[in-house]
């Protein structure tokens, strides 16, 4: 069993994880996550459940539990969260944790409590040590402050995997479409997401992955054209996808940020407009073509 809230599943998360599968296969048993939905400290989630899930999956885990991390929940005791559930409702006979992973009532346990529980109740342990980069510790709080202030490579080199967003496609006004550039609207299910922008992205749907650019903003233009007072406009995101044609409304896309191409712009008009959006395409394609 791994256990732990394995929000965006970086690096660290991924030691402890393949381990889990590792110890699971050599023994001939079975791999078990559980993991806790919301998150227990409240943070703002970096990746949606359903992303994370996808990328624990991906990593040959067998089963992975979510449990409810409700306030009834959070009042059991370590002890008897690590016995009640863990090992006599999950069986678990070999647990992965970090070394700085808090857990039961108030987070009174840690993993000097698993330890002696371990000689209690007759289970293996693997305690994994904080993992560090340049001497810092790779955290989900470091990534989510990478992404939103734009650093890509810093975010990539702790999550080892590029900073990638899953969302739903809904239906936008086909604006982008009117200018030559049809684009995919997308719903995120998570809050952290990198800044305004044009971006060159990878699409993944349906196992494939396909390559485009990706815009996030308030539409700034639009909103000049038509001289709209609104403020507080929520962000946009939508990605043209090249070479693709099929309807995808209503499905999910995962969008890989590969580079920043430029900030956000507002033009006077929408032929401006579309003739940056052919360079922007034109620039993708052209760096995705590169060795």
């Given at each position: 069993m791994a256990l732990g809230v394995f929000d965006g599943v970086h690096r660290a998360h991924r030691e402890i994880l393949k381990y889990a599968v590792k110890q699971a296969q050599s023994t001939k048993g079975r791999s078990v996550v559980v993991t806790f939905w919301p998150h227990p400290q409240r943070e703002a989630s970096l990746y949606s459940l359903k992303h994370r899930l996808r990328l624990i999956e991906e990593?040959?885990?067998d089963t992975c539990i979510v449990i409810n991390f409700s306030p009834s929940f959070a009042k059991i005791s370590a002890?008897?969260?690590l016995k009640d559930i863990l090992i006599d409702r999950i069986g678990a006979r070999y647990i992965c944790i970090g070394k700085n992973f808090r857990f039961g009532k108030e987070a009174r346990g840690d993993f000097k409590l698993f330890k002696r529980l371990s000689h209690k109740?007759?289970?293996g342990l693997k305690v994994f040590s904080v993992m560090k980069v340049r001497r810092l510790p790779i955290s989900s709080t470091s990534i989510r402050r990478a992404i939103s202030?734009?650093?890509?490579k810093a975010a990539q080199s702790l999550l080892l995997e590029p900073v990638s967003v899953l969302g739903t496609v809904i239906r936008g006004n086909s604006l982008a479409k009117q200018l030559g550039f049809p684009t995919a609207n997308i719903n995120?299910?998570?809050e952290v997401l990198p800044p305004s922008g044009v971006y060159a992205v990878k699409v993944i749907f349906k196992?494939?992955?396909?390559?485009?650019?990706?815009y996030i903003g308030s539409?700034?233009?639009f909103k000049?054209?038509?001289h709209s007072s609104k403020s507080n406009t929520p962000t946009h995101i939508e990605v043209h996808i090249f070479n693709f044609h099929g309807d995808i409304y209503g499905k999910d896309l995962e969008i890989q940020f590969i580079r920043k191409i430029r900030n956000e712009k507002k033009f006077s008009s929408a032929a401006l407009l579309a003739r940056q959006i052919k360079k922007d395409a034109d620039f993708t394609q052209k760096l995705f073509s590169l060795p």
């Amino acid at each position: 069993m791994a256990l732990g809230v394995f929000d965006g599943v970086h690096r660290a998360h991924r030691e402890i994880l393949k381990y889990a599968v590792k110890q699971a296969q050599s023994t001939k048993g079975r791999s078990v996550v559980v993991t806790f939905w919301p998150h227990p400290q409240r943070e703002a989630s970096l990746y949606s459940l359903k992303h994370r899930l996808r990328l624990i999956e991906e990593l040959g885990v067998d089963t992975c539990i979510v449990i409810n991390f409700s306030p009834s929940f959070a009042k059991i005791s370590a002890e008897d969260f690590l016995k009640d559930i863990l090992i006599d409702r999950i069986g678990a006979r070999y647990i992965c944790i970090g070394k700085n992973f808090r857990f039961g009532k108030e987070a009174r346990g840690d993993f000097k409590l698993f330890k002696r529980l371990s000689h209690k109740y007759h289970f293996g342990l693997k305690v994994f040590s904080v993992m560090k980069v340049r001497r810092l510790p790779i955290s989900s709080t470091s990534i989510r402050r990478a992404i939103s202030r734009g650093n890509l490579k810093a975010a990539q080199s702790l999550l080892l995997e590029p900073v990638s967003v899953l969302g739903t496609v809904i239906r936008g006004n086909s604006l982008a479409k009117q200018l030559g550039f049809p684009t995919a609207n997308i719903n995120p299910h998570h809050e952290v997401l990198p800044p305004s922008g044009v971006y060159a992205v990878k699409v993944i749907f349906k196992h494939k992955k396909f390559k485009g650019v990706c815009y996030i903003g308030s539409k700034p233009t639009f909103k000049f054209i038509v001289h709209s007072s609104k403020s507080n406009t929520p962000t946009h995101i939508e990605v043209h996808i090249f070479n693709f044609h099929g309807d995808i409304y209503g499905k999910d896309l995962e969008i890989q940020f590969i580079r920043k191409i430029r900030n956000e712009k507002k033009f006077s008009s929408a032929a401006l407009l579309a003739r940056q959006i052919k360079k922007d395409a034109d620039f993708t394609q052209k760096l995705f073509s590169l060795p």
